[in-house]
């Protein structure tokens, strides 16, 4: 598992330091002078309800391997996150933080739309159909605390689930996901 609350950005703001650190093709520059104020979070499975294969990396890597009939929807999908917290409270960092990440698609937050122009997206390995586990959360809260310090326009409004900036296209990261404890996580972290 990871170290959960002792996740730091490195000196530009880049990148996270904890976390294992992948390059995805799926990113381009953010907008120049707009700055970053916003993280959604998402829940990923591939294949459905499945947690623990390799799928996921392939995904956000650009090489899908289809060896099952699900992935041959995937695979071509230009997507990507900042971040992917597998169950086992793993951090992957598959593009830096001052980049733009492919995650959120059609969105609008509080009247500004092309959410990925402003936004971090973090995946967590799960589903609607399932609860998140300790350590995901735990990983999730000191990531967390670590965006807010480097970031300040991110604030704990600017907290929020895909389906809050897709709503009607998207549910994640889904009923089972506990904004409760997560928060109260981050007020215990500050």
């Known amino acids: 598992m990871d170290k959960g609350n002792h996740y730091t950005l490195d000196p530009q703001g880049r990148w996270l330091r904890g976390a294992t650190h992948r390059f995805s093709p799926f990113q381009d520059a953010r907008p120049e002078g707009l700055p970053i104020s916003a993280l959604v979070i998402h829940n990923i499975s591939l294949l459905p309800d499945q947690?623990?294969?390799?799928?996921?990396?392939?995904?956000?890597?650009?090489?899908?391997?289809?060896?099952?009939?699900?992935?041959?929807?995937?695979?071509?999908?230009?997507?990507?996150?900042?971040?992917?917290i597998r169950r086992s409270g793993q951090v992957i960092q598959y593009?830096?933080?001052?980049?733009?990440?492919?995650?959120?698609?059609?969105?609008?937050?509080?009247g500004q739309s092309r959410c990925n122009d402003f936004s971090i997206g973090i995946e967590m390995e799960?589903?609607?159909?399932?609860p998140f586990t300790m350590a995901q959360y735990h990983s999730l809260i000191g990531v967390t605390s670590a965006l807010l310090a480097s970031y300040p326009d991110i604030t704990l409004d600017r907290i929020v689930g895909h389906s809050d900036i897709a709503p009607g296209r998207k549910t994640d990261p889904g009923p089972h996901f506990d904004w409760n404890r997560y928060r109260l996580g981050l007020d215990k972290a500050s």
């Open 51 to 84: 947690f623990g294969s390799d799928y996921v990396d392939q995904l956000f890597l650009g090489c899908v391997q289809v060896d099952h009939p699900v992935l041959a929807d995937v695979r071509g999908l230009r997507v990507s996150a900042h971040l992917f």
């Open 95 to 110: 593009v830096p933080f001052d980049r733009r990440a492919w995650h959120a698609g059609v969105s609008e937050l509080a």
């Open 126 to 130: 799960g589903s609607d159909h399932r």
